[in-house]
């Protein structure tokens, strides 16, 4: 029903978030909308795209700040490049669990069946 609306009041193109997988919109209505993944079609059709970029969800966690804005007068904390910090350091999980992986293949080789050279 959703695509429907959004075909009748001429919208070009839609950003979705997540997509929804039960969604009949490109049976019911071939020759009006084209998917992401689809060729560029001649005929005016609404586009619908994923978004790309920081989901609203992480947005806050990834870049709101714990220090203050505003100094004691109520005036604009200055920024230092010396000082700052990111909010994220480093996304480490993946290396975290890259070295436990390759600890574990390490130890556990010769059980395994792995022949090293």
């Keep these: 029903m959703c695509a429907r609306h959004l075909i009748a009041a001429g919208?070009?193109?839609v950003v979705y978030i997540e997509p929804y997988?039960?969604?009949?919109?490109?049976?019911l209505?071939?020759?009006s909308i084209r998917l992401d993944?689809?060729?560029?079609?001649?005929?005016?059709?609404v586009e619908f795209v994923p978004f790309t970029g920081i989901a609203p969800r992480r947005y806050l966690q990834l870049f709101e700040t714990t220090k203050k804005r505003k100094d004691e007068t109520g005036r604009a904390a200055r920024w230092k490049a010396s000082t700052a910090?990111?909010?994220?350091?480093e996304f480490s999980a993946y290396k975290d669990?890259?070295?436990?992986?390759?600890?574990?293949?390490?130890?556990?080789k010769l059980r395994?069946?792995?022949?090293?050279t």
Excluded at 21 to 27: D, G, V
Excluded at 85 to 89: N, Q, S
Excluded at 97 to 108: C, G, R, S, Y
């Design 11 to 13: 919208l070009l193109k």
């Design 29 to 31: 209505y071939q020759t």
């Design 112 to 116: 395994l069946g792995i022949i090293t």
């Design 97 to 108: 669990l890259e070295a436990i992986h390759l600890d574990f293949l390490e130890t556990n």
């Design 21 to 27: 997988p039960k969604s009949l919109a490109k049976e």
């Design 85 to 89: 910090m990111p909010k994220v350091r």
């Design 37 to 45: 993944y689809e060729p560029a079609s001649a005929a005016p059709v």
